[in-house]
């Protein structure tokens, strides 16, 4: 039961996810999205049609699983019963940190947020985001409009207006996160309207990579591969351990998203310091290859010394680490949607070797490559 008529990845994903695990365990799986009809007119004839369910559970399928020996797998995040049922969702919290990361790493100093208050998805990862961006010391503009924006008229010019006050609030360079892919749509047609250049002006990261939103038109839209065919493997898994008759885990099982897909609405890299702007495009164009603090000196024509002491004032941090900070993004980039091999990866982002890589992975994420990979992919 997983709301099929909706064609979003959290929907469709999740099925095309449950259904591979299905095809491994030679499983039959039947769409039902009243199951909690079926089971409740089966069960008045003695007998229930299904082993087990997996669900974007309501109230209603809780309390009418509630005395049967029918176990079910919850899916959505923002389900009223999300404390009383086993549940497999993305780490929203981690997708957060991502996004305020992403944007801190181009030198964004201002920020600003927009989600819904009743998707809790949109409240997990902006709160992440928030405190990210707060670690290093910086603030937060956050606006909340309701999750059904567009269902009227009336909602609709409401939630315009708020976004519209929480614009006027902004001044640029800034990084923005908008919680869907829809609304970031609204968010970079309001930033034409006021004559906001994007990136250069307004840096936004969107939703959950749903490609038709994402991609067209220009200026394509920077989001977060959430993995939710992911979510429906192990939701799978998990249900298969359940009608096993295994324990329900003690609580929601999180996935770690894929990983960011870099888009043009930020690409961009807001420093005040034009040498120091010119060095990270140097940077980002050639990480790539075998570079060092003295090659991106001698790029600009300017002396190593005077370079890093920029960068220390600016970034407060060496060159060395910025370029490996850009190596490691490109490379968990390749990892969490490729198949490529770690020696060609560790090559292609200027790593050099694959030893090289799996240290700096370890040291910064406290994982191998390999478990990286294995931690994002099916």
């Not at 909706?6 to 695990?21: E, F, I, L, M, N």
């Not at 809790?120 to 409009?145: K, L």
């Not at 999750?147 to 990084?175: H, N, V």
């Not at 591969?225 to 324990?247: I, N, Q, S």
Request: charged share 30%; with cysteine; hydrophobic share 40%.
């Amino acid at each position: 039961m997983l709301d099929l008529n909706w064609p979003y990845k959290r929907h469709a994903s999740v099925y095309a996810g449950t259904q591979k695990y299905v095809e491994e365990q030679g499983w039959e799986s039947v769409i039902d999205e009243y199951v909690y009809d079926s089971i409740s007119s089966a069960r008045n004839k003695g007998e229930v049609p299904y082993d087990g369910i997996i669900a974007r559970a309501s109230k209603l399928l809780a309390e009418r699983t509630r005395n049967l020996e029918l176990p079910v797998v919850n899916v959505w995040s923002s389900s009223p019963v999300r404390d009383l049922l086993p549940s497999v969702f993305p780490d929203y919290e981690a997708s957060g940190h991502m996004r305020a990361e992403h944007l801190l790493s181009r030198g964004l100093r201002k920020f600003a947020c927009l989600g819904c208050r009743t998707d809790s998805s949109d409240v997990f990862e902006i709160a992440a985001f928030q405190n990210a961006v707060q670690e290093y010391g910086y603030a937060c503009q956050t606006a909340w409009i309701p999750l059904a924006f567009s269902q009227t008229l009336k909602k609709w010019k409401d939630s315009a207006e708020t976004i519209d006050a929480w614009m006027q609030r902004w001044s640029s360079p800034i990084g923005v996160f908008v919680g869907g892919d829809q609304l970031g749509r609204m968010v970079v047609q309001k930033c034409r309207e006021r004559g906001l250049r994007v990136p250069e002006d307004v840096a936004i990261i969107a939703g959950r990579n749903e490609e038709v939103l994402c991609e067209r038109p220009s200026p394509s839209i920077t989001s977060v591969e959430m993995g939710f065919e992911r979510v429906g493997y192990e939701a799978a898994r998990l249900l298969g351990h359940l009608m096993d008759g295994g324990e329900p885990p003690r609580r929601p099982l999180l996935l770690q998203p894929e990983g960011l897909v870099v888009r043009e609405s930020t690409d961009f890299f807001a420093v005040q310091d034009e040498l120091v702007a010119a060095a990270l495009e140097f940077i980002a164009k050639n990480s790539h290859s075998r570079i060092g603090q003295d090659d991106v000196a001698r790029a600009l024509a300017v002396e190593t010394r005077t370079l890093q002491n920029r960068f220390r004032k600016v970034l407060g941090q060496p060159i060395a680490a910025t370029v490996r900070k850009v190596r490691l993004e490109r490379a968990k980039r390749e990892l969490a949607q490729t198949d490529r091999s770690l020696k060609n990866i560790a090559r292609d982002v200027g790593f050099g070797s694959p030893m090289r890589m799996y240290e700096l992975f370890k040291r910064e994420l406290g994982v191998t490559p390999i478990e990286f990979r294995r931690q994002r992919r099916i």
